[in-house]
């Protein structure tokens, strides 16, 4: 990430994958809404701003990088991953076997030179792995790495008529601007094509300015990465074989050769978006994070998504609304939803709306009980009882009554049971409040003889009901 890397606006230290142009937040790849479109015959994704609901830009990858130069290790053993290395092997070998042979040097550089204009490309698109030897050096277009050799050239030729005409101090300036340039110029020829744009300072120089003193920074590095091969070079004990020392050389210089386009790729891709040159967010998460890949989502569990990040980040009325959507539906799998009645229910709480708890309360409290939840049964509960105006069904009230009784917590379980009996007068399940209740007065009240008087009570009233020969027998007890 670099250092000014645009953040994730609800989680702060992760880095932002997109930026809605609306609103200006910013999301990470957890916090963005996926949602699958028919798009040119074939299903696309598209990546959606959960607050204003419209599509988000991609920030662009150089905000999921780590910066070039905190990753310098990681230029230096790039080259030394089985391809490149195998590559740099090989052709240091035949150099030594062929000294002389210039079809062999000839099919040497060719290699070469695909391989790490492959390097270069293959970094630029995000794929920080080195390219395979097979399909990137054999079934490409060989031109697009030539023209590179013609920007050489031409840059030779003109330094050459510069230096024998005008003087060493005008050729010598000019070769100084060429070398200042010209990662930039092979930066532009990998992302235009075209050697004329490449080696237009109209357009080369604005680039580099856009990159910055970051650009003087790569310079640096790509000076200093061979002065390490070549100090090693130095020390070679003189009394080597020549031939081991021409293998060493050739080595040497492929292995910088490959370090050095992978740096120019990677700045190419850091500041893709100053240069102007296309990453694919997908491609790209694809190639750095295969285990990551894309999952599948259902357009249901993608609302349920919005949803969660419409709350995380504070817009309640507007996940309020959309989960109204949801269940207004009156799909059967979100009818007998308990997660998402949940959200309602807390959205509904969140954003005060009375009217809405009185309906949808009871409901969910009755989703709570049928799912055995029991602890969030009891909140809930006590929660609409404390308002009058909510009807909770006797069987809800009942069922919490219940279980509050088998924990034990007696005067809770006579509230609610008493709410149960001054709801529902005369109803034909109220035996299964009176007798708990009979028994809380005579064992946890210390009162038998209220106990006693409901007991008769519901002798009289409910003399056929199943539990009336129980509260018989209960009596009998009391004495
Ligand atoms: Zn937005
Ligand atoms: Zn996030």
């Known amino acids: 990430m670099t250092s000014e890397c645009i953040e994730c606006s609800l989680h702060p230290s992760k880095p932002a994958h997109f930026q809605c ?6 999301f990470c790849s957890e916090c963005i809404v996926q949602r699958q479109d028919f798009q040119n015959g074939q299903m696309e994704t598209n990546y959606i701003c959960p607050f204003c609901n419209i599509p988000a830009d991609p920030v662009g990858v150089g905000n999921l990088l780590e910066p070039f130069w905190t990753r ?3 230029f230096f053993t790039y080259p030394l991953q089985t391809t490149p290395l195998i590559l740099a092997v090989v052709l240091s ?11 062999v040097w000839l099919i040497c550089f060719i290699v070469s030179t695909k391989y790490a204009y492959a390097i270069l490309t293959h970094t630029a698109q995000g794929r920080l792995t080195p390219p395979s030897a097979s399909t990137e050096l054999f079934n490409s277009d060989v031109s697009q790495v030539f023209k590179q050799y013609v920007i050489f050239a031409l840059f030779f030729f003109i330094f050459s008529l510069l230096f024998g005409w005008i003087g060493i101090i005008c050729g010598g300036l000019f070769a100084l601007v060429s070398f200042l340039m010209m990662p930039g110029m092979l930066m ?3 992302t235009t094509n075209s050697i004329l744009v490449a080696i237009n300072p109209f357009v080369v120089i604005p680039v580099i300015s856009r990159i910055g003193g970051r650009y003087f920074l790569m310079l640096v590095f790509l000076i200093l990465l061979p002065a390490g091969p070549a100090a090693l070079l130095y020390y070679v004990p003189a009394a080597l074989p020549a031939v081991i020392t021409l293998f060493l050389t050739a080595l040497l210089k492929h292995y910088y050769t490959f370090i050095s386009y992978n740096l120019m790729g990677y700045v190419l891709l850091q500041y893709h978006e100053e240069i102007g040159y296309d990453v694919d967010y997908d491609d790209f998460i694809e190639s750095t994070q295969p285990g990551k890949k894309k999952k599948k989502i259902t357009p249901e569990q993608a609302r349920l998504h919005h949803i969660d990040i419409l709350i995380k980040g504070g817009r309640h009325e507007a996940a309020l609304e959309m989960v109204r959507e949801e269940l207004s539906d009156n799909r059967e799998d979100v009818k007998d ?12 709480k ?10 949808h309360g009871p409901e969910h409290l009755r989703l709570l009980i049928s799912s055995n939840n029991k602890l969030k049964a009891i909140k809930v509960y006590e929660e609409l009882a404390a308002d009058k105006e909510i009807i909770i069904p006797i069987e809800s009230g009942l069922a919490v009554g219940k279980w509050l009784y088998k924990r034990g917590d007696y005067k809770r379980a006579r509230v609610c049971f008493t709410r149960c009996i001054k709801e529902n007068p005369k109803h034909a399940k109220l035996p299964e409040a009176y007798y708990p209740i009979i028994r809380l007065f005579n064992e946890h009240f210390n009162n038998p003889a209220q106990a006693r008087k409901i007991g008769k009570g519901v002798l009289r009233t409910y ?7 129980k509260v018989q ?5 009391i004495g």
Not at 96 to 103: A, C, G, T, V, W
Request: hydrophobic share 40%; glycine share 2%.
């Open 188 to 190: 532009m020829l990998v």
């Open 21 to 26: 142009n609306e609103c200006s937040s910013a």
């Open 463 to 469: 003399p056929k009901h199943p539990l009336a020969e």
């Open 337 to 348: 939803d308990v997660t998402l009645s949940e959200k309602y229910y807390d959205l509904l």
């Open 350 to 359: 969140v954003c005060q709306k009375r009217q809405g708890i009185i309906k």
């Open 72 to 74: 310098m290790p990681k």
């Open 93 to 103: 070998l035949l150099a030594i076997i062929f000294p002389h042979s210039l079809i």
């Open 473 to 477: 027998q209960y009596l009998k007890t």
